[in-house]
């Protein structure tokens, strides 16, 4: 495998699509830059020509040329900011959904290897990193670059040696200063962006746990562990502002060197007779005003390694290598009719050289059957269900799907056909319909109802003020535990897939919501390709058949073991 770029250079590389939108962003700021500065040197032309009084024909044109820079000044710089924020924000849009694109082979298995805060830091912070490379790296200084070039040019026409003079000092504060923040700021820059995941993740598990951290006693260490991570971002904030007085002061002594050094020798050519009193003025402003443009490198310079360390983190991310390995010819599902699983001998690993979570497990679930795998809590029930969607890979053994190997398929297709209620699934934010419509964005009114009332929850919703446009909550916080594992069941109905799987959908209900969620779930499924996998031992005489999966002293896992039906 070729080796991969550099992550600022990867950045780079997505803004590249869009350099048409971007290039005149770039000429217009540099372009914006130049009228500042040609525009002090042309009024310092003219208030000094004007005070000899010449005839108004010799400064008329210098009249209409401050006039035109003063206001193409200011619509450069309104381009500059309009175009440049308009072609970046179509780069970070596209950048953002490649980023989301990479991280959906890692989900979910891949994902607990970042911690949410962090995770959101990347997500958020990092990606908008992208749009700093360009607004606050590359446009400030491609504008210092074109306005020191054009001074130290204008300069040596008018006088060679004030020309090389201002250029080797423009030199050193274009490359000294911006060089001394990022020395200073290479050591604090990671350090910085550690301490803003930590703070994320601190202040999520603070708000998200509040009530567990309250009820132990915690409250306090978390509160703490949020004071940390603040005032650590504190003290590197006050050192980099310590850094960015010193690099300004360093920016103002050379500016100072370079005027009062132009000056001196501008009047030692104008004593000479080598120079016109008028280009002595040019001069002296014209050196004073070229080191504007180089200002905002030192925010650039900063940034930069800001950039550098957000791209890294990118990077880490996605170059994590997914869980499961795709085929590279994948082998096709039937997309319709019934659809039956057999598992042989399988075993898996969450992590490579890890204990096995499953080992020499076998199942047969037969087309247009219910099977209930019982077992309890840390059994591997979770683990089968995650590697028949295909999150997780098999060491050995065999899934076959409607007589295809499980690792053949691609594992988008293999979760088309085999879908359900996973054992985290998620009510979003949202009303009951949209919920309802993430499995299937095109259903029908009819089907949603149909979806609903299988699941025992349309009577439910047509009871309700505003029926399917009822604010569900996050994670169904405005439903009753029942309630929403039958819109997790009506979900998964709706999605209609060749296999059902339910993971645990009883869990964290009461007894009798448990039985009754149960009862209409081993219902509604009649007829239809089902794993329903649980820890409940009662209210599954409707089933099919049942199966327990039990640990063994000999292994992690032992095999699957048929009971009769409706047998605890």
Request: with cysteine; proline share 6%; hydrophobic share 50%.
């Amino acid at each position: 495998m070729p080796p991969r770029p550099h992550p600022t250079l990867r950045l780079l590389q997505h803004l590249v699509p869009h350099w048409r939108r971007l290039l005149p962003a770039a000429l217009a700021a540099a372009g914006s830059e130049l009228a500042a500065a040609a525009l002090m040197g042309t009024a310092a032309w003219l208030i000094t020509r004007a005070a000899e009084q010449p005839p108004l024909a010799e400064v008329a044109l210098a009249v209409v040329v401050v006039r035109a820079l003063a206001l193409g000044r200011g619509l450069l710089r309104y381009a500059d900011r309009l175009l440049g924020h308009d072609g970046t924000l179509r780069a970070v849009a596209v950048f953002r959904a490649r980023v989301y694109e990479a991280l959906v082979p890692l989900a979910p298995s891949g994902i607990p290897a970042f911690r949410s805060g962090d995770l959101l830091t990347r997500l958020v912070d990092d990606v908008d990193a992208v749009q700093d490379l360009l607004l606050r790296v590359l446009l400030p200084v491609a504008a210092a670059g074109t306005v020191a070039v054009a001074a130290t040019g204008t300069a040596a026409v008018l006088l060679p040696g004030a020309g090389l003079l201002l250029g080797v000092m423009l030199v050193l504060a274009g490359l000294l200063v911006p060089v001394l923040v990022l020395v200073t700021s290479r050591r604090d820059g990671p350090e910085e962006r550690a301490a803003r995941a930590q703070l994320a993740v601190s202040s999520l598990d603070l708000t998200r746990g509040a009530a567990d951290l309250s009820a132990y006693g915690a409250l306090g260490r978390a509160e703490e562990r949020v004071r940390q991570a603040a005032t650590r971002i504190a003290r590197l904030e006050r050192r980099k502002a310590r850094t960015t007085t010193l690099a300004s002061a360093v920016m103002l002594l050379l500016q100072a060197g370079a005027t009062v050094g132009v000056t001196w020798l501008a009047l030692g050519a104008h004593a000479g007779g080598e120079l016109a009193a008028v280009h002595l003025t040019v001069l002296t402003v014209l050196a004073l005003a070229s080191f504007e443009a180089l200002g905002p490198l030192l925010a650039a310079a900063r940034r930069f390694v800001e950039v550098r360390s957000a791209a890294r983190r990118l990077a880490e991310m996605l170059d994590a290598p997914p869980p499961v390995v795709e085929p590279v010819v994948p082998v096709a599902l039937p997309a319709s009719g019934p659809l039956g699983v057999e598992i042989t001998g399988l075993r898996v690993r969450h992590r490579p050289g890890g204990p096995a979570a499953l080992d020499g497990v076998s199942l047969r679930l037969p087309p247009e059957r219910r099977v209930v795998l019982v077992g309890e809590s840390g059994s591997g029930k979770s683990t089968l269900i995650a590697t028949l969607m295909r999150f997780l890979p098999y060491e050995s053994g065999s899934i076959r799907i409607g007589g295809r190997e499980l690792r053949d398929c691609a594992g988008a297709d293999v979760r088309r056909a085999i879908t359900g209620v996973t054992q985290d699934a998620h009510v979003f934010r949202g009303t009951i319909r949209a919920n309802l419509l993430l499995a299937r964005p095109d259903a029908t009114e009819t089907q949603l109802r149909e979806a609903a009332g299988r699941a025992r929850l349309l009577e439910w919703i047509e009871s309700l003020p505003q029926g399917w446009e009822t604010y569900a909550g996050g994670d169904g916080a405005e439903m009753s535990g029942g309630q929403r594992q039958r819109l997790l069941l009506a979900r998964a109905l709706l999605a209609d897939p060749l296999v059902l799987v339910l993971d645990e959908p009883t869990e964290g209900l009461d007894p009798d919501s448990a039985a009754a969620v149960l009862a209409d779930i081993l219902d509604a499924t009649h007829g239809r390709t089902t794993l329903l996998v649980t820890h409940e031992r009662e209210g599954l005489a409707a089933a099919d058949e049942v199966v327990t999966l039990e640990r063994v002293a000999a292994g992690p896992c032992g095999p699957l073991l048929t009971l009769p039906q409706g047998e605890g």
